[in-house]
Nanobody, 124 residues
Framework: QVLLVESGGGLVQAGGSLRLSCAAS????????MGWFRQAPGKEREFVAA????????FYADSVKGRFTISRDNAKNTVFLQMNSLNDEDTAVYYC?????????????????WGQGTQVTVSS
């Protein structure tokens, strides 16, 4: 059984930083494309970032480019999302997800495995 567990969310002031972690088990982590998504109240789940198996390539939504950084540690089966310069539009539940190919990496429908999410709230 695949298990993804996010942590690191919380309340932060605008301009601050948070680092999210997602620990994976039940699959060969190094074979998976990993993604981060977020969902704000009343909105659809949206792509935030994705990273290839080796970590050699990363992809970002325009709204977070230059502020967020995705990374992974295959030895620890963990993917991270460093979030800097946070603003109130970043308030959402953040989810990590796993898929087995890079195709359609920004589409949540293409990810087979999901974590339970972690809340990020940015106060202005």
């Amino acid at each position: 059984q695949v298990l993804l567990v996010e942590s690191g969310g919380g309340l932060v002031q605008a301009g601050g930083s948070l680092r999210l972690s997602c620990a994976a088990s039940g699959r060969t982590f190094s074979r998976d494309i990993m993604g981060w998504f977020r969902q704000a109240p009343g909105k659809e789940r949206e792509f935030v970032a994705a990273i290839t198996r080796s970590g050699g390539s990363t992809f970002y939504a325009d709204s977070v480019k230059g502020r967020f950084t995705i990374s992974r540690d295959n030895a620890k089966n963990t993917v991270f999302l460093q979030m800097n310069s946070l603003n109130d539009e970043d308030t959402a539940v953040y989810y990590c997800a796993a898929k087995d190919s890079l195709v359609y990496y920004s589409s949540p429908k293409r990810y087979a495995y999901w974590g339970q999410g972690t809340q990020v709230t940015v106060s202005s």
